[in-house]
């Protein structure tokens, strides 16, 4: 019998295929080098190794990108045909969830499996990831507190399972521990990109953009070199730059780090460029020609369907672009997709729909009606999954459209709740200028 690096029992005879599965297993949980290759060389080794089958399977399935839809279901093919003990089936019903749409359902599952073997890093890691896409803001910080009992100083997996628990603290507002235990991680595995991206929230959320920056800078030796996870935490590091009033270092990071190559077509990083680029148009900074760049990329997977926090973000790119007819087809894909079976039928119906057709709303100048879309979901945005950090565009395109159709109260509204959480970030205090300045007299919607 052979062992993983964490001391679970694999079902190959293969010494070659079990350690490269480690090797996988240590990209993974670092977010370096690829992964993908690595579990290929493991089963060129055996390939009847189905926990490499069922691994390759969920990594790709959670890039929620149907460019991998292929891959995912050849792989789950080849995973049923092997020899599997009791916990690598549990893994193979997991994975065959998440493809299927079933993402709760497989968060739940890897989660059990978690619960049950609480070394299996691997599958805290997927229920983590899987939480993260679909709002479970409280088992984002759980599940790695629960594993945490089996990793102890000196243990491999430590860092990761700290950096899980901080990014968990962090959504659910334990700013403080949440920073302790990332930095901790980072003490122990400076390579961890998602424990550094952790502690990157805490500023983000609570506004300390020096410190922010000087966190990022410090760490990116560890995240900004064969990782892939680095163009996020750019993507973080673009933020702060924009509260501090640096649109130009926010643009320069965007050319060189979260969007070189307009080739690019993996969604988890469009996104991030969408996000950014959105930002900066609410602010009025002249961003050339990127959007149109950005929405020929996602012209291709406007019709996706496969989850609706991306198609919210192609939407910002087609809305960026001029791209209006773009951004109809994508509105009515999300109409489509709403009446399907599975989690992003419900997303889309109950979260992202509302919010793309608020942004269109947003960008044709009805601004009473981007409020209202968008505000009437806020509240239970989490459920169509992202980071706070990330679902901030929602109230700041909101604000936005209370300044523009001259809605003071609700500009001002906005823009104290802000301020109130990040009372010295310079963004929130310029935007509370900018709500006080609302033109009442412009006012489209009764208040
Ligand atoms: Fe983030």
């Known amino acids: ?130 939480c993260f896409f679909t709002g479970q803001q409280f088992e984002l910080r759980d599940i790695p507190f629960a594993a945490l009992r089996a990793h102890g100083p000196g243990d491999e997996a430590r860092h990761a399972i700290l950096g899980m628990a901080a990014f968990g603290l962090e959504e659910c507002g334990d700013y403080a521990r949440a920073e302790a235990l990332g930095r901790e991680a980072i003490e122990l595995e400076p390579l961890d990109a998602w424990a550094a991206h952790a502690v990157a929230h805490v500023h983000e959320m609570r506004g300390d953009i020096d410190q922010g920056r000087d966190w990022l800078d410090r760490t990116s030796q560890g995240w900004s070199q064969d990782c892939g996870f680095g163009y996020h935490n750019w993507w973080h590091l673009a933020l702060l730059h924009l509260d501090a009033q640096d649109p130009k270092a926010a643009l320069a990071l965007y050319d060189e780090r979260i969007r070189p190559n307009d080739e690019a077509n993996i969604a988890l990083e469009m996104l991030d460029a969408s996000a950014l680029l959105w930002r900066l148009y609410l602010e009025g900074v002249d961003t050339g020609d990127r959007f149109a760049r950005l929405a020929r990329a996602w012209e291709l997977k406007a019709e996706d369907g496969v989850l609706a926090f991306n198609d919210l973000h192609a939407v910002m790119a087609f809305i960026g672009a001029d791209q209006h007819a773009l951004a109809e087809r994508s509105l009515h894909a999300m109409r489509r997709t709403a009446q399907e079976q599975g989690d992003n039928a419900l997303m889309t119906s109950a979260i992202g729909l509302p919010l793309a057709e608020g942004f269109v709303a947003f960008g044709a100048g009805r601004h009473a009606e981007a409020v209202e879309k968008i505000m009437r979901v806020r509240g239970q945005a989490q459920r169509f999954g992202g980071s706070h950090a990330q679902r901030d565009v929602l109230p700041l395109t909101a604000l936005h459209a209370a300044v523009r159709g001259g809605m003071r109260a609700t500009a001002e509204a906005l823009a104290a709740e802000r301020l109130a959480h990040k009372p010295q970030s310079p963004w929130a205090g310029r935007l509370a200028r900018y709500a006080a300045a609302t033109d009442a007299s412009q006012r489209v919607a009764a208040e």
Not at 4 to 10: E, N, R, S, T
Not at 70 to 76: G, I, K, Q
Not at 80 to 100: I, N, V
């Open 1 to 130: 019998m052979l062992y993983d690096l964490y001391g679970c029992a694999l079902s190959t005879s293969s010494r070659p295929a079990a350690a490269k599965f480690d090797q996988a297993l240590r990209q993974i949980r670092t977010y370096h080098g690829d992964p993908i290759a690595t579990l290929d060389a493991a089963l060129e080794d055996d390939g009847q190794f189905g926990l490499a089958w069922i691994t390759r399977a969920v990594v790709l399935a959670q890039m929620t990108d149907r460019l991998f839809a292929d891959e995912v279901t050849r792989s789950l093919r080849a995973a049923r045909a092997c020899e599997l003990d009791d916990r690598e089936r549990a893994h193979l019903a997991g994975a065959t969830r998440w493809a299927e749409g079933q993402m709760v359902a497989s968060t739940a599952t890897f989660a059990r499996i978690a619960q049950e073997n609480p070394r299996d890093a691997l599958a805290v890691q997927i229920a983590h990831a899987g």
